[in-house]
Nanobody, 114 residues
Framework: QVQLVESGGGSVQAGGSLRLSCEAS????????MAWFRQAPGKEREFVAV????????IYADPVKGRFTISRDNTKNTLFLLMSSLRPDDTATYYC???????WGQGTQVTVSS
């Protein structure tokens, strides 16, 4: 089992930036494809971005392209999401996800005010 713990969420004004982290434990995720999802109140959980094990294959959801950057540090067993030019509709709980092991973190709240 992989345990995932997100951090870095908070409240920011529109146009601001936040950097989310997801620290994994229990197993080395260096060979795992990892992803970020988010869930806004009253909405279904949606895909944000995915990164393969070596970081060379990255896919973003259309709403975040050009504003969010997913990355990873396999030496630290950690996944990141740099979010820039934040908008109020980015407000959600953000979750990291290990696709191979189908594990989820507990989420970190991001609130963007206009």
């Amino acid at each position: 089992q992989v345990q995932l713990v997100e951090s870095g969420g908070g409240s920011v004004q529109a146009g601001g930036s936040l950097r989310l982290s997801c620290e994994a434990s229990g197993r080395n995720i260096g060979t795992y494809t990892m992803a970020w999802f988010r869930q806004a109140p009253g909405k279904e959980r949606e895909f944000v971005a995915v990164i393969n094990s070596n970081g060379r294959v990255i896919i973003y959801a259309d709403p975040v392209k050009g504003r969010f950057t997913i990355s990873r540090d396999n030496t630290k067993n950690t996944l990141f999401l740099l979010m820039s030019s934040l908008r109020p509709d980015d407000t959600a709980t953000y979750y990291c996800h290990s696709i191979r092991s189908n594990n989820w973190g507990q989420g970190t709240q991001v609130t963007v005010s206009s």
